[in-house]
């Protein structure tokens, strides 16, 4: 196996840094438009339980497509090549992100919410793959680190756009033409990015050598549910969910819970908390793979699960929006709950065998994502149930966090190499 040159390396690289980047920004979209798409929507129909049951609702339909595309995308990743699958997702996400300017229901917005996660799904398993693949085992946690930073630092990007031209009733729709910019990066990445030669050492050496024919006489999926690799899929799955369901079924209700207190007199601040919380989570994404690499993969995540089961209350029950301890408080709780974010991308590439790691990665980061859509829809009744606080259901939500600590002892002590 030739290895790529430096130079190719390092545009592998940054092709998967930005697919992630564009990535982020799509899924900080909806939790700083949503009020203001369904506002504009639903007209004098619209409530504040009404809203806040519309974000859940959109969270929900991107978590399905999410899970999806990360399944079925990662799987094309392993059967027609990571570079290609990475290229395909990224226009998933931006042109079905582009068509809703031109949404008129919510409804229709529901189901491009879906198809656009489809792309976001399929970004994360590929992106991390073909950059695991490309780069020396010494690199991995930098690389991982950059990895996971990239989805944050789109978010970041979008908090600033959002602050600067707020995202308002009367003015929504430029933002979602704004984010089917990045289709062009889709093109030149389907069309131009060198191939993992990992990837393609496999193909050559396959019994059957036609494209789609990776992993001869086996379904790929039949191999993960099946022993000796069906536990490492579980455990993979149940590490990848408890930080999504985490964030979507409580971090994220912080921006909706900003927006409905501050839009009348501070129509930005929900940018400026969703910069506050962006900021921190560049850092904590970033320095997640270094602190796995530090303290090592089993004793990082259990620590890192008791301090965002911690700061999540913190955030949601001591102290609230426009309070002077609020935003410092969204950057901590951001920082130490976006830790696994860096921890994911070196840990589970390390769990599966080459025939198999997109598909692999794919799977146990995005089933997460239906345990998290069906955690979004409970949180979106439970929402309605508590009167409408969002306190209230974002500290329920925190305890998510919690069962890491436990399900990090089923995690495999050995996993690996990537040389």
Sequence with gaps: MKPLSPTARRVVLIAAIAGLLFDGFELGLMPVASLAVSESLLGDAYTKELGGSWFASFTAALMFGAAVGGIALGRLGDWIGR?????ISILFYSLFAGVGAWVETQEQMLVLRFFVGLGVGGVWPNAVALASECWPDKSRPKVAGLLGAALNLGILALS????VWPITVDSWRWIFGLAAVPAVLGVMVLWLLPESPAWLALKNNSPRKEAGSIVAKR?????LF???LLRLTLVGILLGSIPLVGAWAASKWMIPWADSVSKLTHPGYKGTVQGWWA?????????GAQIAAWLGRRRAYAVISIGATAFTLLLFLGTEPLARSFLPIVFAQAFVSTLFFGWLPLFLPELFPTRVRATGSGIAFNTGRFATAIGVFAAGWLFL???????????S????YAIGAIAILYAPRKTETLD
């Design 385 to 395: 149930a508590l009167d409408g606080s969002y306190s209230k259901v974002g500290a």
């Design 397 to 400: 939500g925190a305890c998510v």
């Design 226 to 228: 099946t022993p000796p």
């Design 279 to 287: 900021i921190g989570a560049v850092l904590g994404s970033y320095f």
């Design 160 to 163: 600033q756009v959002a602050r």
């Design 83 to 87: 570079a290609k699958a990475l290229g």
């Design 219 to 223: 379904s790929i999926l039949l191999e």
